[in-house]
Each structure stands twice: as structure tokens, then as C-alpha cells.
T-cell receptor, first 116, second 110 residues
Framework: AQTVTQSQPEMSVQEAETVTLSCTYDTSENNYYLFWYKQPPSRQMILVIRQEAYKQQNATENRFSVNFQKAAKSFSLKISDSQLGDTAMYFC?????????????FGTGTRLTVIP | DSGVTQTPKHLITATGQRVTLRCSPRSGDLSVYWYQQSLDQGLQFLIQ???????AKGNILERFSAQQFPDLHSELNLSSLELGDSALYFCASRQGGGYTFGSGTRLTVV
């Protein structure tokens, strides 16, 4: 069963505009972490933002913020004032307890293109 | 530099061969995770080690194996390679709730 679902394979946004990437996840746990990772053409995996499930306040990192809806199991990423350097694959990830260890499971990604 | 070191960056080898990928976690991190990313796909979890012990296994083929050494570096061994094993292989280490990834090893099997 898919743990993390990203329903938007590709998206584009005009430079300086705002875009929201969607992510839903499945869990019966109450305490967990959620992440957004960025993978630019260099293929490096870069942590964008992290959310602890026990925190009600949505995480924010500069132009990046999340809308965490715990009951709906939704974790969307909002990028404000989009820049050309934001062009990348974005992966939503969920840290899950499996077999006595915590592990990170990824969605299939959303390819974001920022248009000049 | 993320602090997680992977070598080599690129590897080209023939089908049927065996290769070893190496990963050194960030200083102070005891855990190492290995992931495989095939072309335009998400990352698939392979295996996790913590302080030298195997902790969890994901979708790792029997032809693949890994270990973590006393100095905490880890090696992923891939044998009897097939064309479909061509992928980016990432390792990551974890401290608390944060995962840090290395820059990956791009394996091409020809």
C-alpha cells in the first residue's frame, strides 16, 4: 500500500508567483515526521522543510511553508515568490516506524518548472 | 557539502559484474540508510544500519548486500548486475528527526 501520494506529476509556475504542491499520506500512528525534499538537476537531495506531527503550527522556512492537516493526512508545500532556482523535483516523505526502526518513505515526486 | 560522503560519484560496469558503493555518515550519526532511485522515480528504501547492526530491510534484492563497519562507514555490494540495476544510489544518515543525504552514486550497467 502506498504510504505517500503525490498526485501532481508535473507543475509549472510563473516566476514570482505562488505555487502549492500536494501530498497525502497514510498512517495509524500519532507521532511522526513529514518532510519535503527538493532534487534539482544536480540530483542532490536537499531538505526543504520538516514538520513534526505533534506540532499544530505549520512549519515555515523563508519562502517555503506547509499546510499540515493532520486529520485529513494532508501535507502540502507552498512556495511563495517562486524563483528560477526552485525548478526541481519535489518529494514528499514520511518517517514511519517499521520493524523496530524509523524509516523514511517517499512519494513519487512532482516536477516543478518555474517559467521566467 | 552535506557531511554525508559517498564514493564513487559515477560507476560504469558490465552486466554480471559486482560493485561496491561506499558511504560515510555525518560525524556523530550512527545510522546509515541506503536508497535506490531509478530514472524519474522516487527513492526506494533498501536497507538501514545502526551502529553496525542491520535495523530494517526494504525492497533490497538478494543480489544486494550491505554492512556497516566499526568506524560507521557503510558499503553496499551489488552483484550479478543487470541492466535494470542502473540507478542513483543514495545513502543518508539521521540524527533526531532529520535525514541528511549524500550526493549519490550513479551506477550505469551496460
Amino acid at each position: 500500500a502506498q504510504t505517500v501520494t503525490q498526485s501532481q506529476p508535473e507543475m509549472s509556475v510563473q516566476e514570482a508567483e505562488t505555487v502549492t504542491l500536494s501530498c497525502t499520506y497514510d498512517t495509524s500512528e500519532n507521532n511522526y515526521y513529514l518532510f519535503w525534499y527538493k532534487q534539482p538537476p544536480s540530483r542532490q537531495m536537499i531538505l526543504v522543510i520538516r514538520q513534526e506531527a505533534y506540532k499544530q503550527q505549520n512549519a515555515t522556512e523563508n519562502r517555503f511553508s506547509v499546510n499540515f492537516q493532520k486529520a485529513a493526512k494532508s501535507f502540502s508545500l507552498k512556495i511563495s515568490d517562486s524563483q528560477l532556482g526552485d525548478t526541481a523535483m519535489y518529494f514528499c516523505a514520511f518517517m514511519k516506524h517499521v520493524g523496530g526502526a524509523n524509516n523514511l518513505f517517499f512519494g513519487t515526486g512532482t516536477r516543478l518548472t518555474v517559467i521566467p | 557539502d552535506s557531511g554525508v560522503t559517498q564514493t564513487p560519484k559515477h560507476l560504469i560496469t558490465a552486466t554480471g559484474q559486482r560493485v561496491t558503493l561506499r558511504c560515510s555518515p555525518r560525524s556523530g550519526d550512527l545510522s546509515v540508510y541506503w536508497y535506490q532511485q531509478s530514472l524519474d522515480q522516487g527513492l526506494q528504501f533498501l536497507i538501514q544500519y545502526y551502529n553496525g547492526e542491520e535495523r530494517a530491510k526494504g525492497n533490497i534484492l538478494e543480489r544486494f548486500s550491505a554492512q556497516q563497519f566499526p568506524d560507521l562507514h557503510s558499503e553496499l555490494n551489488l552483484s550479478s548486475l543487470e541492466l535494470g540495476d542502473s540507478a542513483l544510489y543514495f545513502c543518508a544518515s539521521r540524527q533526531g528527526g532529520g535525514y541528511t543525504f549524500g550526493s549519490g552514486t550513479r551506477l550505469t550497467v551496460v
